[in-house]
């Protein structure tokens, strides 16, 4: 299967082991529409080849990712290849509600339920939308570095549309994410049980990522697969999915709302507001 990716890069870095890559350091990985089904793609690509194992998601230049690409939302597919959403270009809450469904919460729950281990490998800021692509992976490795925010609630919408935040981070601590929109360090999220292991440096993340990736593959397939699933119907089994599309119609109606007030579907002047709140020592946002 050979398919050209403009947004993400494909790679093996050993045997038994794909690693797929953010590739928009100019836009610090910014997630547009294309980049939403080319990642579908790969990630279709890695559970479908045999030889490999286990995927290693991963970010090119400064930071990992710095969220959903407002500003380039035309390139890609027009029409839902994951879910069976109606027409993107339906009039009112309709169109805009199903294509949010097919790329983000549609895509991220069918990219957590791959039925191979996955391993986010995360260096610099992570900033809202970021968070789904961390959160649909089974272990984080990051570097001392990064940083995790949702800064949505400034933007007035209740937080990213993959809402697994109270999971994530227990619900006080999610609470305070979303209503202060300020960023945890990697040792915080490591603590809160979000991150499994912080390396030193981002020199060493893609080594420390790659070894872990390894030795999971010694393991037999199928047996993977089935620890995966059973540890993840336990978080069914206690609402994970139900709590998730609750969210996500709160987080349409937040949208609907906003477009009401500002003919857009977030509040433009939130990145404002959310700057003017910033604690000094953070840096801009996307
Ligand atoms: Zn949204």
Redesign the pocket.
């Known amino acids: 299967m050979s398919t050209t990716f403009t947004t993400i890069a494909y790679e093996e870095p050993a045997p038994g082991v794909a690693r797929i890559v953010l590739d928009r350091p100019e836009r610090r990985n910014a997630q547009s529409r294309r980049m939403t089904y080319e990642l579908n793609t790969a990630f279709d690509r890695a559970a479908q080849d045999d030889a490999v194992k286990v995927v290693i998601l991963a970010g090119r230049g400064p930071d990992f990712c710095s969220g959903?690409d407002l500003a380039d939302q035309t390139m890609g597919e027009t029409h839902a290849v994951v879910g069976t959403s109606a027409s993107f270009d339906r009039p009112g809450a309709e169109g805009?509600m199903a294509w949010?469904e097919e790329v983000?919460l549609n895509m991220c729950w069918r990219w957590r339920n791959l039925p191979k281990p996955t391993i986010a490998a995360v260096h610099g800021r992570s900033i809202a939308g970021a968070l789904m692509l961390i959160w649909v992976c089974d272990l984080v490795i990051a570097s001392a570095e990064a940083t995790f925010s949702d800064i949505?609630v400034a933007l007035g919408?209740n937080g990213?549309?993959y809402f697994a935040h109270p999971w994530e981070l227990g619900a006080r601590k999610a609470k305070e994410l979303l209503f202060t929109g300020d960023a945890i360090t990697a040792a915080e999220a490591q603590q809160l049980g979000m991150v499994n292991r912080v390396v030193p440096s981002r020199d060493d993340l893609d080594t420390e990522a790659l070894v872990l990736a390894e030795r999971i593959a010694t393991k037999p397939s199928f047996a993977l697969k089935l620890a995966k699933e059973s540890v993840n119907q336990a978080l069914e089994a206690q609402g994970f999915w139900t709590a998730m599309r609750g969210a996500f119609g709160l987080?349409?109606l937040?949208?609907s709302h906003n477009r009401e007030r500002f003919d857009l579907?977030?509040d433009p002047s939130g990145l404002v507001r959310q700057r003017r709140q910033r604690p000094p020592t953070e840096g801009p946002d996307a």
């Open positions: 959903h805009f949010e983000y949505t919408v990213v549309e987080h349409s937040a949208h579907p977030i």
